[in-house]
């Protein structure tokens, strides 16, 4: 009996990158739009109730949008990048870059750059991680120990952002020449947020202007 051979190609898991600060940050202005709005909606006279449902149709999917729904979701054959207003779902062979700036953002083979919302990047965790660096690269001296030995921890070592565009920037090396990670950029306009915003924003100008 013969025994299966193994695959020549690494499995990979599928990875997914949130804001955990914007998750928790939007769940409590929805709460807070909520709870004004409602008591608005049942507490308010003349057109304040109709004025009031208006706003949250318009606010309640922007802070959805911008807080909740953002996220990265990284196979081994693409990339889908879920952003406030767009998705976008780009194959790994059609992925040039990622990289962090000023912010996280993935770039393809015809230079467009897509911005990753759920990798926000945090100048101040950033300097830290520099300084953890900088201090590992004095004791490594002082000790007759390479500088790059892992004296540390080494989430400590790299900006969470850093380290998460790093993950993404060999998932994208390593599918770019797989088969199944061939393939066009792809994006979808999010119109379940933006359809709804629209209409919340129309209403309330129009009640504002009849009075």
Not at 76 to 81: C, E, F, G, K
Not at 182 to 202: D, H, K, M, N, T
Request: glycine share 6%; aromatic share 8%.
């Amino acid at each position: 009996m013969t025994s299966p051979t193994p695959s020549a190609e690494p499995a990979y898991a599928d990875r997914t990158y949130r804001s955990s600060a914007g998750i928790a940050g939007g769940a409590l202005l929805l709460a807070l739009t909520l709870w004004l709005g409602i008591d608005a909606v049942f507490q308010g006279h003349g057109n304040a109730p109709w004025l009031a449902l208006a706003m949250l149709l318009c606010v309640v999917p922007l802070i959805v949008a911008f807080s909740l729904r953002p996220a990265v979701f990284a196979s081994a054959d693409r990339l889908l990048v879920r952003n406030p207003f767009r998705t976008i779902t780009l194959p790994w062979a059609c992925v040039a870059d990622v990289r962090a700036g000023y912010s996280s953002e993935a770039i393809d083979r015809s230079n467009h750059k897509y911005q990753l919302w759920a990798i926000p990047v945090s100048l101040r965790r950033r300097k830290r991680a520099a300084r953890v660096q900088a201090r590992d690269a004095a004791v490594g001296g002082r000790s007759g120990l390479s500088v790059t030995a892992d004296v540390t921890d080494d989430k400590a070592r790299i900006a969470p952002a850093d380290q998460s565009v790093r993950d993404l920037r060999d998932l994208a090396e390593q599918g770019a020449t797989r088969e199944s990670a061939q393939g066009a950029v792809s994006i979808r306009w999010a119109y379940e947020v933006i359809a709804p915003a629209l209409v919340g924003a129309l209403l309330f100008f129009v009640l504002l202007a009849i009075g």
